[in-house]
């Protein structure tokens, strides 16, 4: 079973609006930690946010905020007020310290397109 | 801001040519990660350091080898290329303080192409 299960495959937002994407997660490790990455077409990878398991509120950082359902096993990263520079895809990553606690296990990614 | 860098960005070979990939960081890091990632998809860990003359093999069978000789340098060494291996390779690196939140910087990435 995939650890880490990103549904859109594409999604398009229009320029100022929200968007959500989805990550759900798998694990019976009760200490773990979501993280989301931007890859733009250069492709570095960007670090946007981290939740924890135990962490009581949901996580932000600026216009990204972590819509965090621990009941659910998910984790969706909400964007406020899209912009242009934030076509790019969106990866959606988790650690168990059950196993290694250095290991980060990704999902397949959601492409992002703002239209203008 | 992670200061982590990757030579040469892009990479284009022919088959059964040794190549290294070079990744350094500055930031005085002791894990280190290599990542190999096909065009549109996920990322694999291919290998991962602890420290200096600590290697390991990581979740995705790899033909390429590692080493890390110095904390800041963690190159990755293909002995002979064949064009199964053309994709892109991301290196991370992250302090190795061993907590759930530890976050992993990653360098611009090298794509090869082996032809």
């Known amino acids: 079973a995939q650890k880490i299960t990103q549904t859109q495959p594409g999604m398009f937002v229009q320029e100022k609006e929200a968007v959500t994407l989805d990550c759900t997660y798998d694990t019976s490790d009760p200490s773990y930690g979501l993280f989301w990455y931007k890859q733009p077409s250069s492709g570095e990878m960007i670090f946007l946010i981290y939740q924890g398991s135990y962490d009581q509120q949901n996580a932000t950082e600026g216009r990204y905020s972590l819509n965090f359902q621990k009941a659910r096993k998910s984790a969706n990263l909400v964007i406020s007020a899209s912009q242009l520079g934030d076509s790019a895809m969106y990866f959606c990553a988790m650690r168990e310290v059950g196993g290694s606690n250095y290991k980060l296990t990704f999902g397949k990614g959601t492409l992002l397109t703002v239209n203008p | 801001e992670a200061d982590i860098y990757q030579t040469p960005r892009y990479l284009v070979i022919g088959t059964g040519k040794k190549i290294t990939l070079e990744c350094s960081q500055t930031m005085g890091h002791d894990k280190m990660y290599w990542y190999q990632q096909d065009p549109g998809m996920e990322l694999h860990l291919i290998h991962y350091s602890y420290g200096v003359n600590s290697t390991e093999k990581g979740d995705l069978s790899s033909e390429s080898t590692v080493s890390r000789i110095r904390t800041e340098h963690f190159p990755l060494t293909l002995e002979s290329a064949r064009p199964s291996h053309t994709s892109q390779y991301l290196c991370?690196?992250?302090?190795?303080?061993?907590?759930?939140?530890?976050?992993?910087?990653f360098g611009p990435g090298t794509r090869l192409l082996v032809l």
């Open positions: 991370a690196s992250s302090p190795g303080q061993g907590l759930i939140g530890e976050t992993q910087y």
